[in-house]
């Protein structure tokens, strides 16, 4: 019997320097098949990942931040942003991709998959959790 | 003997760029690149030890910068953008090159 258990996958790092967060990513596609309660927290520099305006075209790297926009579409719909990370960087909201998923619920209402949460709430989510994975 | 720094960690995940920042002496050059290029946004927390540092002049490697999204009008005042050319030109031109990894 499955049952459905509350995922979190911890992602801390920038993109492209190291395989992390790519890796992170390649997962949460893989774990979305399972139907488990997945959500994705951004925190330090794994902020860094879901800026707008990425090209990778000089280093010769995929730019995979358009992957995030599908997100939504594999039912991660929670992806919580660590409000304290963002500011040590001097960024807010704004300077995040836009990411969305549609409510089948609320007639596909659409609706934003970004949570802005503190480092507070973030430990309290992280405490609600069955696994943590980090990245 | 004038040096070349290299820096290609994020100053929020390592201590290479402050740890560089604090050897790089007047006459020498720190160059940003790969994760090392958020020591240049002037946005960042980090951004006060580069300008604070005097006599040392800053580059950053333009396509890892555009790679990450960072705009060159976020850059820190002074730092210059460079190519792969001019990263190979810098090494020639300085004594010798201390990679802060």
């Given at each position: 019997?499955?049952?459905?258990?509350k995922?979190?996958?911890?992602n801390?790092?920038?993109?492209?320097?190291?395989?992390?967060?790519?890796?992170?990513l390649?997962?949460?596609?893989i774990?979305?098949?399972?139907?488990?309660?997945?959500?994705?927290?951004?925190v330090?520099?794994?902020?860094?990942?879901?800026?707008?305006?990425?090209?990778?075209?000089?280093?010769?790297?995929?730019?995979?931040?358009?992957t995030?926009?599908?997100?939504?579409?594999?039912?991660?719909?929670?992806?919580?942003?660590?409000?304290?990370?963002?500011?040590?960087?001097?960024?807010?909201?704004?300077?995040?991709?836009h990411?969305?998923?549609?409510?089948?619920?609320?007639?596909?209402?659409?609706?934003?998959?970004?949570?802005?949460v503190s480092?507070?709430?973030?430990?309290?989510?992280m405490d609600?959790?069955?696994?943590?994975?980090?990245? | 003997?004038?040096?070349?720094h290299?820096?290609?960690?994020?100053?929020?995940?390592?201590?290479?760029?402050s740890?560089?920042?604090?050897?790089?002496?007047?006459?020498?050059?720190?160059?940003?690149?790969?994760?090392?290029?958020?020591?240049?946004?002037?946005?960042?927390?980090?951004?006060?030890?580069?300008?604070g540092?005097?006599?040392?002049?800053?580059?950053?490697?333009?396509?890892?910068?555009?790679?990450?999204?960072?705009?060159?009008?976020?850059?820190?005042?002074?730092?210059?953008?460079?190519?792969?050319?001019?990263?190979?030109?810098?090494?020639?031109?300085?004594?010798?090159?201390?990679?802060?990894v």
């Amino acid at each position: 019997m499955s049952q459905t258990k509350k995922l979190m996958y911890l992602n801390r790092r920038a993109p492209y320097g190291t395989i992390y967060a790519w890796e992170s990513l390649e997962v949460v596609l893989i774990g979305a098949a399972f139907e488990q309660d997945v959500s994705l927290a951004f925190v330090d520099d794994g902020v860094y990942q879901i800026i707008k305006g990425q090209d990778t075209g000089g280093i010769d790297m995929k730019n995979f931040s358009p992957t995030y926009s599908a997100l939504g579409d594999y039912e991660v719909t929670k992806l919580y942003v660590e409000k304290e990370s963002l500011e040590e960087r001097g960024l807010s909201l704004d300077n995040l991709m836009h990411l969305t998923w549609e409510d089948e619920d609320e007639d596909w209402a659409e609706k934003d998959s970004i949570v802005l949460v503190s480092r507070a709430e973030l430990a309290q989510l992280m405490d609600e959790q069955d696994v943590v994975f980090s990245f | 003997m004038s040096i070349l720094h290299t820096v290609n960690k994020s100053p929020f995940e390592k201590s290479s760029a402050s740890s560089c920042i604090a050897h790089a002496s007047e006459g020498s050059a720190v160059l940003f690149y790969e994760d090392g290029v958020y020591a240049a946004d002037k946005r960042t927390r980090f951004a006060s030890s580069v300008t604070g540092a005097a006599g040392v002049k800053f580059y950053v490697l333009g396509p890892d910068l555009k790679a990450r999204g960072v705009g060159e009008d976020l850059l820190i005042d002074g730092v210059e953008v460079i190519d792969y050319a001019g990263f190979v030109d810098l090494a020639v031109e300085y004594d010798k090159v201390a990679a802060w990894v």
